[in-house]
């Protein structure tokens, strides 16, 4: 199968900045699109932004021109610059990957990170 580790997330202060990764491992995998997804206490998990492989981007409202996602294809890597951070941002954000892995055949999959948690202080 496909894992996905996180890195990057913190406590940081309203209106600072965070840079959170996500890499994909494994055997014989192609990945299409890549996204993150976050949780806070008591809610559900939110698509945050989303990337294919040919870079079309989406966001969530909330998030636009604060928010940039990006992926290095060739490390099978995609990150999420988080800028003008604010205290609603505060959550568990979930890296997120679908496409196709190599078993006995090529069969789709879809994976998600174990978290990794961002609090925004006021």
């Not at 890195?7 to 994909?24: F, I, M, T, Y």
């Not at 959550?91 to 055949?105: E, K, M, P, R």
């Not at 879809?110 to 925004?120: A, E, I, K």
Request: charged fraction near 15%; aromatic fraction near 10%.
């Amino acid at each position: 199968q496909v894992q996905l580790r996180e890195s990057g997330g913190g406590l940081v202060q309203a209106g600072g900045s965070l840079r959170l990764s996500c890499a994909a491992s494994g055997s014989r995998f192609s990945i299409n699109t890549m996204g993150w997804y976050h949780q806070a206490p008591g809610k559900q998990r939110e698509l945050v932004a989303t990337i294919t492989r040919y870079g079309s981007t989406n966001y969530a409202d909330s998030v636009k021109g604060r928010f940039t996602i990006s992926r290095d294809n060739a490390k099978n890597t995609v990150y999420l610059q988080m800028n003008s951070l604010k205290p609603e941002d505060t959550a568990v954000y979930y890296c997120n990957a679908d496409g196709t892995v190599l078993a006995d055949t090529w069969s789709r999959f879809t994976s998600w990170g174990q978290g990794t948690q961002v609090t925004v202080s006021s």
